[in-house]
């Protein structure tokens, strides 16, 4: 099952301008992560967020963590044509066995337009 | 370093056909999982593997998918028989076991 359910489902915007997404998760969380995949390609992973940070830089790419809300946010500054993506929150959570496991959402896809 | 590599990057088959997916993970990491991906969907765990043993596969049809690490390295995943709903991306990635995964290029699978 989906766990994140990431907001908007698609985003388009001007190359130089902010883009804001959003991910909401229901249960509780070791960590919180953002990946990114272009169109045919896997996944690569943008940043890391624990369950005790509040926000977290990396770049141009800025996380925060609401773990009271159950939520986070990514947000890429300036944005270039190849920041074009889809981008995915994954929830990293202990299952069965202390095995460490990732459940993603549904992704946002983002488009930069020159 | 390497990456994880998959292969073949693409195939197609006809539905009730047999195919395999086969996965090399990045040297040194214990932890390896297979997701299967659908257009316009995030990635959906099938298997997890820590070194060659299966730690998590809840959410494999087993009636027709099954998948084996042998000597805790390459990984193969495969179906049998296809069904046309077996149509997405499988992704093979690999966790040194801190969190992050590291992703390879993907299968895309066609059935038809």
């Known amino acids: 099952s989906q766990q994140g359910e990431e907001d908007p489902q698609a985003l388009s915007i001007q190359e130089g301008e902010n883009a804001t997404m959003n991910c909401s998760y229901k249960?509780?969380?070791?960590?919180l992560q953002w990946y990114r995949q272009n169109s045919g390609r896997g996944l690569v992973h943008l940043i890391l967020i624990r369950s005790n940070e509040r926000e977290k830089h990396s770049g141009r790419l800025r996380v925060t963590l609401d773990t009271s809300k159950k939520s986070s946010s990514l947000l890429i500054t300036a944005s270039r044509a190849a920041d074009t993506a889809s981008y995915f929150c994954?929830?990293?959570?202990?299952?069965?066995?202390?095995?460490?496991?990732?459940?993603f959402g549904s992704g946002t896809q983002l488009t930069v337009l020159p | 370093e390497a990456g994880v590599a998959q292969s073949p990057r693409y195939k197609i088959i006809e539905k009730r056909q047999s195919v395999a997916f086969w996965c090399n993970p990045i040297?040194?990491?214990?932890?390896l999982y297979w997701y299967q991906q659908i257009l316009g969907q995030g990635p959906k765990l099938l298997i997890q593997?820590?070194?060659?043993?299966?730690?998590?596969d809840s959410q494999l049809p087993k009636d027709r998918f099954s998948a084996e690490r042998l000597k805790g390295v390459d990984s193969t995943l495969k179906i049998q028989p296809a069904k046309l709903e077996d149509s997405a991306v499988y992704l093979c990635?690999?966790?040194?076991?801190?969190?992050?995964?590291?992703f390879g290029p993907g299968t895309r699978l066609t059935v038809l």
């Open positions: 990635a690999s966790s040194p076991g801190r969190g992050e995964q590291f």
């Open positions: 249960t509780s969380i070791n960590n």
């Open positions: 593997f820590q070194n060659n043993g299966v730690v998590d």
């Open positions: 040297s040194g990491h214990a932890t």
């Open positions: 994954a929830t990293d959570s202990i299952s069965s066995g202390s095995a460490r496991q990732l459940t």
